[in-house]
């Protein structure tokens, strides 16, 4: 299972950090994604990173201002978001897979997602 928190409304500029509890699964075998999906939108790829923490990736439109992170003895991914704009709002979702490391939404198992609203 995985839990989302962390969401919430911010005015543009500001910074959020989400957070992603797993529980029921050896969190260190897995690969940790977060996706967002804004309204009349399609679920789009923000970062991820590898089992170690070691490896991480981004979309373009979120690289210098997001950064992920695990803490693999919490169980938790974190996605520490700064310089918000209004189109990063969205629901978050978290992910994660024992193989897949990558942006496509094909992981095997998803949270229920927290809601980040940037307000103009």
């Known amino acids: 299972q995985l839990q989302a928190s962390g969401g919430g409304l911010v005015q543009a500029g500001g910074s959020l950090r989400v957070s992603c509890a797993a529980s029921g699964l050896t969190f260190s075998r897995y690969s940790m994604g977060w996706f967002r999906q804004a309204p009349g939108k399609e679920r789009e790829f923000v970062a991820a990173?590898?089992?170690?923490?070691?490896?991480?990736y981004y979309a373009d439109s979120v690289k210098g201002r997001f950064t992920i992170s695990r803490d693999n003895a919490k169980n938790t991914v974190y996605l520490q978001t700064n310089s918000l704009k209004p189109e990063d709002t969205a629901v978050y979702y978290c992910?994660?897979?024992?193989?897949?490391?990558?942006?496509?939404?094909?992981?095997?198992?998803w949270g229920q997602g927290t809601l980040v609203t940037v307000s103009s």
């Open positions: 990173i590898g089992k170690s923490g070691v490896n991480r």
């Open positions: 992910a994660a897979d024992p193989l897949v490391l990558g942006s496509k939404p094909t992981y095997d198992y």
